[in-house]
């Protein structure tokens, strides 16, 4: 046999692609208040105060409450995710490079709709400043005080959201990683793993925001956050001829505002703790 037969062998690529790893859509979308189709360039979200009950005299008037009306303003931005299929590309390969684009820029718009949530949680005052040591359970007791000590309901629609290295934390801590006293309650988050523990949906994500090695992780509640929507994602596959290519589109406009900062505690804390 020819030595050099090496140089007629065929490459057989598979054609299905291994796409860079990221997170898939939205985590939080469903997980705060959601108003879709806005109008416009901003949305206001209601906020009323408490009532307090009062008693009357006899034949006196009845004792108002004067319950207190706000709003808070959500600024919608747009924002894009395209790239070109070039048509003769197309033809050198063996896999479907224009749904490759597709789930790319549906993927990252989603982590967009995360990355506005976040920042809007970001913002709240109510903070828990502990960032000397990792996710504890006397932080978790902390941060549940502080809801209940301010009449955040307690109505299943409690959610937390933590980091990689604080998940894996909590997976120490035997209530929250024991079957027996958890549970899985959201269909939209089927898929990733989460868990209900003390009446609060916990999610991780790599998103949160880190400095200094000190990582902000939350637990809200779903009404303490809004998110309007002016247009949900959209995708757009067009012949573009000057191109010679097809462009990939997707849209979306958007934007998320913080409603009550009582109702969303931040949690600082130490990335690198050792988990025991």
């Known amino acids: 046999m020819s030595t050099s037969i090496d140089q007629a062998f065929v490459t057989m690529y598979m054609d299905e692609v291994h796409e ?8 939080l979308r469903n997980s705060v208040r959601l108003k879709e189709k806005v109008v416009g360039a901003t949305c206001k979200f209601q906020k009323v105060g408490k009532g307090t009950a009062g008693q009357k005299t006899r034949h006196g008037n009845v004792p108002l409450m004067n319950v207190a009306h706000s709003t808070v303003t959500a ?5 894009y995710g395209a790239d070109y299929c070039d048509a003769l590309d197309e ?10 684009v597709a789930n790319a820029g549906a993927f990252a718009l989603g982590r967009k709709i995360d990355e506005i949530i976040i920042a809007a949680m970001d913002a709240t005052s109510t903070a828990l400043d502990l960032d000397a040591t990792g996710l504890t359970k006397g932080k978790i007791a902390s941060a549940l005080e502080m809801l ?12 937390a959201v ?4 604080q998940w894996e934390e909590l997976m120490s ?11 899985q309650k959201f269909p939209w988050l ?12 916990w999610m991780f994500h790599s998103g949160l925001p880190e400095a200094g090695g000190v990582r902000k ?14 247009q949900d994602l959209k995708c757009h596959i067009d012949w573009v001829p000057e191109k010679a290519a097809h462009l990939i589109d997707h849209c979306i406009s958007a934007g998320a505002v913080l409603i009550d900062p009582t109702g969303c505690v931040e949690i600082a804390c130490d990335d690198e703790a050792e988990i025991v």
Do not use: M
């Open 20 to 27: 860079a790893y990221q997170q898939r859509g939205s985590k």
């Open 75 to 79: 600024a919608l931005a747009d924002w």
């Open 91 to 100: 033809l050198k390969t063996n896999i479907d490079e224009r749904a490759v």
């Open 148 to 159: 209940n000590t301010a009449d955040v309901p307690d109505d299943g629609n409690r959610f």
């Open 162 to 165: 933590v980091g990689a290295h």
């Open 173 to 183: 801590i035997e209530e929250f990683s024991s079957s027996d006293f958890v549970g």
């Open 190 to 201: 089927t898929g990733t793993e989460s868990r209900v523990w003390r009446g609060v949906t």
């Open 217 to 230: 992780c939350f637990v809200y509640h779903k009404n303490a956050l809004g998110l309007a929507e002016g």
